[in-house]
């Protein structure tokens, strides 16, 4: 038979109770542990909170591309690294003279105007001119990141160029294209792997599948590396030439020159996004390439 038990011990529960009770109250205004229902959304719930998520930054999107197709026709989307490494604007330029036949105001490196087009394609047009403003702009932009001008958005492999800036030009390291060089370290690959390119009516998501260096210096890179072509089994370059082998080539090719494995596999099949700038130090003979694939596209 149970004692009864006397005014001493049961004044000790109580206390122990009341304790115990304000400990679990603590943890739970806290957040470290939570009752069922409490602070915990149904699957629904989720559902609807992810659908207007989505929808507020479509409205984002659409705002953005609005913006700035209004302030140049030649804006094509935004490049957006999810981890934020990244946020630039680019254009392209089908060729050195708008579709009314006049001549673009475009400039050479040292800031000349060029009157003759004739040694000139579309991707001179934004090198060295800002694509806001139409001028030329050597240190605070960079002039302009582009489209290779012989691309189609529907094409096998879109080509973006971005500058590189010299630590005494950019001292944030955050400019144009500028922040890839942090993906010439594999530990700053994880972080940095995903891509979002928002177009006039899609967006496409990327992962990035390599990351290399092309030495313009080096034969075996020009016909080994050809990251240029917009279809990987055609040369655009030599009278769209049809080589069926090539892409499968290209893929074994960079496998071999990719600074690090990413784990990631390339396809014949796969859609893909290349980013060209140049490596600290060596303009126009050492590039950086990364190369990604398509994973998604959604209509906004």
């Known amino acids: 038979m149970m004692k009864k038990l006397d005014r001493k011990t049961l004044l000790g529960f109580l206390i122990s109770f009341l304790a115990i009770g304000a400990s679990i109250f603590v943890l739970i205004s806290a957040g470290v542990i939570s009752l069922p229902g409490r602070n915990q959304k149904t699957p629904q719930e989720t559902v609807v909170e992810e659908a207007d998520e989505l929808e507020a930054l479509k409205k984002e999107y659409r705002q953005i591309y609005d913006e700035n197709?209004?302030?140049?026709?030649?804006?094509?989307?935004?490049?957006?690294?999810?981890?934020?490494?990244?946020?630039?604007?680019?254009?392209?330029?089908?060729?050195?003279?708008?579709?009314?036949?006049?001549?673009?105001?475009?400039?050479?490196?040292?800031?000349?105007?060029?009157?003759?087009?004739?040694?000139?394609?579309?991707?001179?047009?934004?090198?060295?001119?800002?694509?806001?403003?139409g001028e030329y702009d050597y240190n605070d932009n960079g002039g302009s990141t582009f489209m290779d001008y012989r691309n189609n958005l529907a094409d096998q492999n879109l080509i973006v160029y971005g500058h590189h800036f010299s630590v005494w030009?950019?001292?944030?390291?955050?400019?144009?294209?500028?922040?890839?060089e942090q993906l010439l370290e594999e530990e700053n690959y994880p972080d940095n792997r995903y891509v979002t390119l928002v177009l006039q009516n899609e967006i496409r998501k990327y992962e990035i599948v390599s990351v290399y260096e092309f030495n313009a210096t080096r034969e075996e890179d020009f016909t080994d590396l050809q990251y240029w072509r917009t279809n990987y089994n055609y040369d655009d370059y030599d009278g769209n030439?049809?080589?069926?082998?090539?892409?499968?080539?290209?893929?074994?090719?960079?496998?071999?020159?990719q600074l690090y494995d990413t784990g990631i596999a390339l396809s014949e099949e796969d859609q893909t996004l290349t980013l060209q700038t140049c490596i600290g130090g060596?303009?126009?003979?050492?590039?950086?390439?990364v190369v990604l694939k398509q994973i998604s596209s959604t209509s906004y």
């Not at 030439?241 to 020159?257: L, Q, T």
């Open 241 to 257: 030439a049809y080589d069926p082998d090539y892409y499968r080539n290209y893929i074994a090719n960079i496998r071999k020159a």
């Open 69 to 133: 197709k209004a302030i140049n026709e030649d804006y094509v989307g935004e490049i957006i690294f999810d981890s934020g490494l990244i946020r630039v604007s680019f254009v392209q330029a089908k060729s050195c003279y708008k579709e009314d036949g006049e001549l673009y105001q475009f400039y050479t490196e040292d800031g000349k105007l060029v009157t003759d087009a004739s040694d000139y394609t579309g991707n001179d047009v934004y090198i060295w001119t800002y694509w806001k403003t």
């Open 169 to 180: 030009n950019d001292e944030t390291r955050s400019k144009a294209f500028t922040p890839l």
């Open 282 to 289: 060596h303009a126009g003979e050492l590039f950086e390439i």
